[in-house]
């Protein structure tokens, strides 16, 4: 098992919400500037949100005011809040310290579709 284990993605119609997990294993979990990423078929993988140490977020302009990424330092925790899902939002979804090091989780595949 790697480093970060995501889960909770699945399949969702337009408009509608999910919240996706990711278990941290390193113990010094909270010094990390952690990030969801995401991945479409044919695409290269990109940085879609992100929360500092300090829990300052960013966000790529293609999910802004949609998605929030809250972080649990005690429990290990990140988490991608994604509301008002749109189609293109189908890719499969990582969760990595930003910059990444190491290698990748298996990845959560959400699949936004009526």
């Known amino acids: 098992q790697g480093q970060f284990v995501e889960s909770g993605g699945g399949l969702v119609q337009p408009g509608g919400s999910l919240r996706l997990s990711c278990a941290a294993s390193?113990?010094?979990?909270?010094?990390?500037?952690m990030g969801w990423f995401r991945q479409a078929p044919g695409k290269q993988r990109e940085l879609v949100a992100r929360?500092?140490?300090?829990?300052?977020?960013n966000y790529a302009d293609s999910v802004k005011g949609r998605f929030t990424i809250p972080r649990d330092n005690a429990k290990k925790m990140v988490y991608l809040q994604m509301n008002s899902l749109k189609p293109e939002d189908t890719a499969v979804y990582y969760c990595?310290?930003?910059?990444?090091?190491?290698?990748w989780g298996q990845g959560t595949q959400v699949t936004v579709s009526s």
């Open positions: 390193r113990s010094i979990f909270s010094l990390y500037t």
């Open positions: 990595a310290s930003v910059p990444p090091t190491g290698s």
């Open positions: 929360v500092s140490s300090g829990s300052s977020t």
